[in-house]
């Protein structure tokens, strides 16, 4: 699945789902009643094809994109433990990625997001068909189901 395949996927799989597009990301909110703004605080995936947020992914490759899940913690730790946790900047001052022991920039490989890692985000750089069936469906289903509960806490 390309980006706009992965975007448009989540978009009709989803209900009562707002995507804003900024500089080419996604960013995928819930909100299941239209009548009501669209609260845009926190999204519960995102679809990053560039470097503007952060370099770790190498995102300008032609057609290279990072898709975003935000899990549960005992999700994110069954799928990598307690994680090898990284200081947030190196000696010179520049940003660390917040779990070492990872190829940020691998394709087809899920691993904590670089940098929200440490809120409970996984990411894949262009997942594949076999990795969408078995993993990444079940964790958008988490994720959905997450924000679906925030929201309905919230009202």
Not at 45 to 62: A, E, H, P, Y
Not at 96 to 125: I, N, R, T
């Amino acid at each position: 699945m390309n980006e706009f395949e992965m975007s448009r996927y989540i978009s009709e799989t989803f209900a009562g789902v707002d995507v804003v597009v900024e500089a080419g990301n996604s960013f995928f909110f819930y909100n299941p009643d239209p009548s009501i703004p669209p609260d845009h605080l926190f999204p519960w995936v995102t679809l990053m094809t560039n470097d503007i947020n952060d370099q770790f992914s190498n995102l300008n490759r032609s057609s290279a994109y990072r898709l975003n899940i935000g899990v549960s913690k005992a999700t994110f730790q069954t799928l990598f433990g307690s994680g090898k946790r990284s200081a947030n900047t190196d000696r010179a001052g520049q940003a660390e990625a917040a779990f070492s022991g990872y190829d940020f920039m691998a394709l087809d490989q899920v691993m904590p997001h670089p940098v929200y890692g440490k809120m409970h985000w996984v990411c894949v750089l262009n997942p594949g068909d076999a990795t969408i069936e078995t993993t990444v469906r079940p964790l958008l289903d988490e994720a959905y189901a997450m924000a679906g509960n925030k929201y309905s806490n919230r009202r």
